[in-house]
């Protein structure tokens, strides 16, 4: 069994690693979804560009997750309106929704060989207090012009029964895809429109202490440039000491199946988004989650194995009894950057002018963070865009 990301089974570097001193006018960091969207809309721009990863290409939590692209925040539609108010709500609502077009229209402009699909989302109530949520969610998104379809009982899936699901609420519109295959096909873009993409070369200093003066130092080589873009998500903390309160690195755990026949027909939401799984092109169920039965435990950037919680995993994969004796082929974790109100952070970083982050994704960076990588794009070329306004990091400041 591999203790690797099913997704980054057998994908190599495609870049060597930074050695010597570069110029540039921007250095991005970070070649996750959204680091890819910044240096795809870099090289669209014609903008000089260094891109630095520490790891690999979608090495991060960009590879290590489901998969799903979803609309919303990781809260419920109804509480994110109680949260932030409605009006806020319904715009960052839309906008994940715009997120994911913009995606499609890259996956169709590239060919990206990502095995996307639009086959919608479950959400799965687990108790009657969830069941209430979900039915309050589903009338409010319906309500802004959203689409949201209640289902009980026999209108659920087969195998909802078996596992004790008896109300849930599909959304038509969410889709699904290869993460890693998706990023690096946008890297490879990128990198054709003239990025310059360094792999294996982590960022040991960053300074960025006024627009247009900016140095960035890895183990053998160095950049000058006049603007950072950083996409670090989880690490932000560590290059720049304003995030370290602000961004939390949450550990997620997963696991993969070997495939079998077709049981789940669309990415699937339980627990209040706790517990999610789906059963990808191949036949491989990619299931992940159930971060709250240890939630203090899973913190921190390692990437490591909890075994309780994967023995959690594999317990529910064999509730079903179609998958009873499947075999667990893949068992892996990723780190996540989860923001302090729960909604990404874009654009400038106090005390560093010369740096601009798009971070905190909050376990959705599929719903996101393409948007936001593109807006720091935006930010830099013409000072202003309506993601970061949104998303601003002044919002955080006390």
């Known amino acids: 069994m591999s203790t690797g990301s099913y997704w980054l089974e057998g994908r190599q570097p495609r870049s060597p690693s930074l050695k010597g001193d570069h110029q540039a006018d921007v250095v991005l960091i970070g070649a996750g979804v959204a ?27 960009s590879g290590r997750n489901a998969g799903f692209v979803l609309q919303g925040t990781c809260e419920r539609y109804s509480r994110a309106a109680a949260i932030m108010g409605h009006e806020r709500a319904r715009a960052v609502h839309t906008l994940s929704r715009q997120n994911h077009q913009a995606m499609v229209e890259a996956i169709d402009r590239f060919g990206i060989d990502c095995g996307y699909q639009r086959r919608g989302s479950l959400q799965l109530a687990e108790s009657p207090s969830e069941e209430r949520d979900l039915t309050e969610s589903a009338a409010l998104l319906n309500a802004d012009g959203f689409v949201a379809q209640e289902l009980s009982g026999d209108q659920l899936p087969a195998w909802c029964a078996e596992a004790g699901f008896r109300h849930g609420v599909f959304l038509p519109d969410d889709g699904e895809l290869d993460p890693a295959a998706f990023v690096s096909g946008v890297a490879d873009a990128a990198v054709a429109g003239g990025v310059r993409l360094f792999e294996r070369s982590p960022v040991l200093e960053v300074s960025a202490p006024e627009a247009g003066d900016a140095y960035v130092r890895t183990p053998d080589g160095s950049v000058r440039a006049s603007l950072v873009l950083a996409c670090t998500n989880a690490w932000a903390g560590e290059l720049f000491p304003w995030f370290r309160d602000l961004v939390s690195p949450v550990r ?29 092109r191949h036949g491989v169920i990619v299931l992940g989650g159930w971060r709250n039965l ?84 935006e930010l830099a070329n013409h000072g202003q865009s309506e993601v970061a306004t949104l998303f601003s990091s002044r919002r955080l400041i006390v």
């Open 35 to 61: 680091g890819a969207s910044a240096a795809l809309a870099l090289a669209d721009s014609g903008v000089s560009t260094v891109w630095l990863e520490a790891g690999t290409v979608s090495i991060g939590a």
């Open 294 to 377: 240890d939630p203090h435990a899973e913190v921190g950037i390692e990437d490591r194995l909890h075994p309780e919680i994967q023995d959690s995993m594999t317990a529910f994969i064999h509730r079903f009894s179609a998958l009873r004796g499947v075999e667990i082929t893949h068992r892996w974790a990723g780190t996540m950057g989860f923001s302090r109100d729960g909604q990404p952070i874009v654009g400038s970083v106090p005390g560093s002018p010369g740096a601009l982050a798009a971070v905190g994704f909050t376990g959705h960076g599929f719903g996101f963070a393409w948007l936001c990588g593109r807006a720091l794009v």
């Open 252 to 280: 997620g755990q997963m696991l993969a199946t070997a495939a079998v026949p077709p049981l789940f027909h669309c990415p699937v939401y339980a627990d209040h988004g706790f517990d999610y799984w789906r059963q990808d």
